[in-house]
């Protein structure tokens, strides 16, 4: 049986790491995507790290 938790947890490091490298802060970045996700229709480029604007 696959554990979730542990998948989960790395892609959520995944994104905080990456965040930071982008020099974004990963807070705000994740309630951005989660903000954009909710829409209708999210723009899902506009998501990626190196596209997002401080």
Known sequence: MVD???SIGATLYSIVE???VDSLI??????GCLDEL???EPN???LL??????
């Open 44 to 46: 899902i480029d506009s």
């Open 18 to 20: 990456t965040a930071k």
């Open 49 to 54: 790290p190196w596209n997002v604007k401080q």
């Open 38 to 40: 909710c829409k209708p």
């Open 4 to 6: 979730f938790r542990k």
């Open 26 to 31: 990963p807070f705000d970045y994740i309630m």
